[in-house]
Antibody
Framework: EVQLLQSEPEVKKPGESLRISCQAS????????VGWVRQMPGKGPECMGF????????RYSPSFQGLVTISADTSVSTVYLQWSSLKASDSAIYYC?????????????????????WGQGTLVTVSS | DIQMTQSPSSLSASIGDRVTITCLAS??????LNWYQQIPGKAPKLLIY???NLKTGVPSRFSGSGSVTYFTLTITNLQPEDFATYYC??????????FGQGTRLEIK
């Protein structure tokens, strides 16, 4: 059974750093993209970016480029999302999700296309 | 960026009804569209991928159709567990993967 287990809720102050985690099991960790999705209160999901643990290829949505860092550790089948300096506007639920992909012949690249298994979410609260 | 516009933003229906939710893309995305269901307090759940393919384990009362810019999610014979928020999501311009703003389905 595919499972994605996320780290516990966090309460931080503006300016602090943070790393949250997502441990995968039940499938070959290095063969699927894993994405991070932000959901702010009462809003729709937003894809932040994703990583292919097999070769650490990492892509960011333009809205999140430079604001967060996504990484992976294959020895513990875990993907991370980190901030160097949090803002109050980073308060949200963050989900990790495994992504299915398809082969794009134009770019000769396996592109992620959907989020087929999700973690339970990590609530991040940033407040002074 | 490709914009996804869902309608209606909310919808009231009764058990046993049939409902249709629409997702309009701001440009041609072929069939590069998925649908999700989200129950309050839970993660989204993939229902339909590539516009019209039902994910394994999802009841057959859910169906998707459409291509290019116009897509629909139809639920027939509504059940109590179907009352949730539904989102479309395109993947035509990776790494920009965008969700619609959601359609909240409520019990009448």
């Amino acid at each position: 059974e595919v499972q994605l287990l996320q780290s516990e809720p966090e309460v931080k102050k503006p300016g602090e750093s943070l790393r949250i985690s997502c441990q995968a099991s039940g499938y070959s960790f290095t063969m699927y993209w894993v994405g991070w999705v932000r959901q702010m209160p009462g809003k729709g999901p937003e894809c932040m970016g994703f990583i292919y643990p097999g070769d650490s290829d990492t892509r960011y949505s333009p809205s999140f480029q430079g604001l967060v860092t996504i990484s992976a550790d294959t020895s513990v089948s875990t993907v991370y999302l980190q901030w160097s300096s949090l803002k109050a506007s980073d308060s949200a639920i963050y989900y990790c999700a495994r992504m299915e992909d398809y082969y794009d012949f134009w770019s000769a690249y396996h592109k992620p296309k959907n989020f087929d298994h999700w973690g339970q979410g990590t609530l991040v609260t940033v407040s002074s | 960026d490709i914009q996804m516009t869902q309608s209606p933003s909310s919808l009231s229906a009764s058990i046993g009804d049939r409902v249709t939710i629409t997702c309009l893309a701001s440009q041609d995305i072929s069939k590069n569209l998925n649908w999700y269901q989200q129950i309050p307090g839970k993660a989204p759940k993939l229902l339909i991928y590539d516009a019209s393919n039902l994910k394994t384990g999802v009841p057959s009362r859910f169906s998707g159709s459409g291509s290019v810019t116009y897509f629909t999610l139809t639920i027939t014979n509504l059940q109590p567990e179907d009352f949730a928020t539904y989102y479309c999501q395109h993947y035509d311009n990776v790494p920009s993967i965008t969700f619609g703003q959601g359609t909240r389905l409520e019990i009448k």
